[in-house]
Nanobody, 123 residues
Framework: RFSCRASGGGLVQAGGSLRLSCAASGRTFSNYAMGWFRQAPGKEREFVAGISWGGGTTLYADPVKCRFTISRDNAKNTVYLQMNSLKPEDTAVYYC????????????????WGKGTLVTVSS
């Protein structure tokens, strides 16, 4: 069974940076497109960024474009989210998720979800 878990969250001041990691195990990692999602307090979970199985295709939500970068290392079964120029509105629990065989990041279509990691951005 495929599983993944996000880590790397913490408290950071506005304007700072964090790098989240999502380590996967259980199945062939390179068969899965990966995505990052987040859920802020009192809000619905939303898409943040996605990356195809080989890393050649990436997609970002408008609020994070030019500030966040998603990448993956298939040799390490890990996907990353580099977050720069953080804003208080980026405060949320961040989740990684996987979908088999296609580059699509609709929440309802993701096959596996990992436990989240909390990112808090202070003003």
């Amino acid at each position: 069974r495929f599983s993944c878990r996000a880590s790397g969250g913490g408290l950071v001041q506005a304007g700072g940076s964090l790098r989240l990691s999502c380590a996967a195990s259980g199945r062939t990692f390179s068969n899965y497109a990966m995505g990052w999602f987040r859920q802020a307090p009192g809000k619905e979970r939303e898409f943040v960024a996605g990356i195809s199985w080989g890393g050649g295709t990436t997609l970002y939500a408008d609020p994070v474009k030019c500030r966040f970068t998603i990448s993956r290392d298939n040799a390490k079964n890990t996907v990353y989210l580099q977050m720069n120029s953080l804003k208080p509105e980026d405060t949320a629990v961040y989740y990684c998720a996987a979908v088999f065989g296609r580059s699509s990041w609709d929440q309802d279509g993701m096959d596996y979800w990992g436990k989240g990691t909390l990112v808090t951005v202070s003003s």
